[in-house]
């Protein structure tokens, strides 16, 4: 079994975990950083464990394509895999700590206007008190109840929030951490009762536009929200307009419907908006990179042994 | 018994509380905003909730002051009261809240870069993801183990730190949160295992320099440091150089020797560290502000039944 490893940011010992786990799957293993440095030899490799976008697309012999994302919206076009039984895996539960940190950081730089106060440092200003929220007694709403929301909830809840919420598509209760849970269905009579509204949800054909300029405008108008998931889950335009209008407390986006966000994008100037350049997950957090290699070497045992694959995604679902 | 109340930040719902409690001890209010303009007949009030500093330094009748901060360094003078009996009562344990939520936002803010992003994103740049650390598997040190620092402790916990240890003037562990708690003896052992080093400590004799240019210099050079105790704590200079030298991996400071900081101090511009004008703990936030007069209503029945004050400061000790 021939096994393609392609990644910059492996570190020597994740490239040891992957070799000694290689030897008790029988894989022969080839690292390389770019794919067009993919040699001859492992052109018909049947597993990649990367972004392995065009090889995916061109190479029919690949029958499993592990990526070291959570989201894989990207490899969702009908002509995504040249071979249609293609086994995709993601590593969904490795981004949940430091997504979670993200997001608390963001929702409490807003809700104690530390971003204005910073700006204020970097002018050598002392700042007067500003009027702040706190997570305490606050009314959380977590869009999509996956490992990040739930990660999330889980240092939220030390806040002592008045109510943590959850909402997915079936209404079930993942985890005892959220005080109640609700199905999509239930979103607009719970949005005028959120103080904060963290969005972490796949990008698929229902999560679309799913927070609309309508449902947008049934926040309070002192509310936070947060988007971790994916750009195409809002309206930004109706964001702008509200913000500017002051009609809402602030946001932070890290994913944008266009990224990297154009430099004329007018998002960059709206007021109370925190925009970060998709960073909440990025493998750059030492614990995010260990886990994403475990997960693959998990799995790649799991493989070698004909055994389900964990963390696979069900293609017809997107997540 | 004559009280005066002396405040700009009051809501109607304070005032009302505060009324309502009056009629119950059977005292007499007066409302004013500044010192200058308490009435002659309040000349001899026995009661003051507020910052009434020199009420206190020129009024030997007075016989309890309330003040609505958790720190009482400023009155700790020989000459900060008329009457050398007159009972001191702070507001410690309204901070805990707001002032945990300050230390969780400045950590991560530096240990995620998001000083460094959000800077990026006030020019309209998409920048580059930062090298992060986490809360995750992070040893934590609170230095101070009062409610401040408990309260940190707490909400630091749900991020799954590797330990929380705890450092005071008895070693006596306040709280099961702390993984252990050691007196300040040993401070010197426990620095080279800090990755996150909190100082909540009031401002005494034994405090006063207690982060002294040796100290801070035995902390690993990766390390984070935050104070909002008070500024008298640290040796500025120090910081300052070990800053410059890439020695430390930021600071975040809400507190300082001279405050308001001079708009000439070198502070400003030190690299990686982290400016807020003593914002931690103010009383912007509603929670903080409802749980000082709460907290001053309680002691104004315990006052005129002849109870011992619940929130009494030691004046020998300085808090």
């Known amino acids: 079994m021939k096994v393609i490893v392609l990644s910059r940011v492996l570190k020597e010992k994740h490239i040891e975990k992957i070799k000694k786990t290689a030897v008790e799957a029988g894989a022969v293993l080839c690292f390389v950083e ?54 995709l895996t993601n590593s969904s539960g490795a981004y949940g700590v430091t997504i979670a940190e993200h997001i608390i950081t963001v929702s409490l730089m807003m809700m104690r206007k530390l971003t204005l106060t910073y700006e204020e440092s970097l002018r050598g200003e002392w700042g007067r008190p500003k009027p702040q929220k706190s997570l305490k007694d606050c009314r959380i709403t977590v869009l999509g109840t996956g490992d990040i929301g739930t ?45 904060l509204l963290v969005m972490s949800l796949p990008d698929t054909v229902e999560t679309k ?30 964001l702008t307009e509200l913000l500017e209008k002051d ?6 986006l890290d994913v944008f419907r266009t990224e990297p966000l154009p430099s004329d994008s007018p998002l960059w100037k709206t007021k109370n908006l ?10 750059t957090l030492d614990y995010t990179l260990d886990t994403n290699v475990e997960m693959f070497c998990e799995d790649l045992l799991n493989y070698a042994k004909g055994l389900p694959l964990k963390n696979l995604v069900d293609r017809t679902k997107g997540y």
């Open 151 to 195: 990660c999330f909830a889980k240092r939220a809840k030390a806040f002592e929030p008045e109510t943590i919420v959850g909402v997915n598509r079936s209404g079930s209760c993942p985890d005892p951490v959220y005080d109640r849970t609700f199905p999509i269905g239930y979103l607009n009579t719970i949005l005028p009762e959120t103080d």
């Open 247 to 252: 009609e809402l407390g602030g946001a932070a």
């Open 34 to 87: 770019d794919e067009k440095d993919i040699p001859e030899g492992f052109s018909d490799a049947e597993v990649l464990y990367g972004f392995g976008t065009e090889y995916a697309r061109t190479n029919p012999a690949l029958k499993w394509l592990c990526v070291p994302s959570a989201g894989v919206d990207y490899l969702m076009g009908e002509s995504a895999f040249a071979n249609k039984e293609c086994l």
């Open 274 to 283: 925190l925009i970060t350049p998709h960073v909440a997950g990025n493998l």
């Open 209 to 238: 536009g799913i927070l609309s300029r309508e449902r947008m405008a049934l926040l309070p108008k002192d509310a936070y929200f947060v988007n971790v998931g994916r750009g195409s889950a809002i309206d930004e335009e109706a």
